[in-house]
């Protein structure tokens, strides 16, 4: 099972940044697409952000201009910088990864989560 760890939350004040990097353990693995998603207290989890294997990204309309995904396919991690942070930025950060990996020796499809990681934005 493909597993990921993630890094880079905390706290931080109204307008501040922060990076966010989620990266994969273990070998026998191919990931396509990564995401980002938050969940915030008394809300659903939701979209930030995704980029595919072949770049293309796309971004909740709350974070657009704000936030920037992207990955280093070489080493299968995708980071979030985070800028201009607000105060309703704050919640639990989950990354997400989607692809194949082998299981019995065959491929087949997964979908990973990390643990989260917390972000809290200070007024």
């Known amino acids: 099972q493909v597993q990921l760890v993630e890094s880079g939350g905390g706290l931080v004040q109204a307008g501040g940044s922060l990076r966010l990097s989620c990266a994969p353990s273990?070998?026998?693995?191919?990931?396509?697409?990564m995401a980002w998603y938050r969940h915030a207290p008394g809300k659903q989890r939701d979209l930030v952000a995704v980029i595919t294997g072949g770049g293309s990204t796309n971004y909740a309309d709350s974070v657009k201009g704000r936030f920037t995904i992207s990955r280093d396919n070489a080493r299968n991690t995708v980071f979030l910088q985070m800028n201009s942070l607000r105060p309703e930025d704050t919640a639990n950060y989950y990354c997400?990864?989607?692809?194949?990996?082998?299981?019995?020796?065959?491929?087949?499809?997964?979908?990973?989560w990390g643990q989260g990681t917390q972000v809290t934005v200070s007024s």
């Open positions: 997400n990864a989607e692809g194949f990996t082998v299981v019995a020796g065959s491929w087949v499809d997964f979908s990973s």
């Open positions: 273990g070998s026998g693995f191919r990931i396509n697409a």
